[in-house]
């Protein structure tokens, strides 16, 4: 059987971290795979000051067609799958008690959304 594509997700954030996943050879397992995806991505923000994920990091599947290729990153397709939602009303609800408490935190508050992927 020759394999001609295979699949990985791939955490990317406008703060630079990133995380991958192992290489996949059905789309339908890198997909089942998203739920562990995200506590990798979680695991990334763990020790941050504020335990809070940044603004706009999104989870992609990638989908690599293997026709010597080179350079698999620049050959490959990207589709969303999730994406990292900032919850403004909660989270800017929540600094308010808390600074009305006298507690200064820069804590923000969101939520996996997941996208229908073909």
């Excluded at 504020?50 to 992609?60: D, L, T, Y």
Aim: with cysteine; aromatic share 14%.
């Amino acid at each position: 059987m020759k394999i001609e594509k295979i699949y990985r997700l791939v955490y990317v954030c406008e703060d630079s971290e990133s995380c991958e996943s192992s290489f996949f050879i059905d789309k339908r397992e890198a997909l089942d795979y998203l739920e562990d995806m995200k506590e990798d991505v979680s695991k990334l923000y763990e020790h941050n000051d504020n335990c809070a994920h940044p603004f706009g990091g999104e989870i992609q599947l990638q989908e690599i067609i293997l026709d010597e290729v080179e350079d698999i990153d620049l050959y490959a397709n990207y589709k969303e799958v999730s994406e990292w939602v900032f919850d403004k009303d909660f989270t800017y609800s929540y600094q308010k008690d808390m600074a009305e408490a006298g507690i200064c935190t820069e804590e923000i508050f969101g939520m996996w959304k997941d996208y229908e992927v073909e």
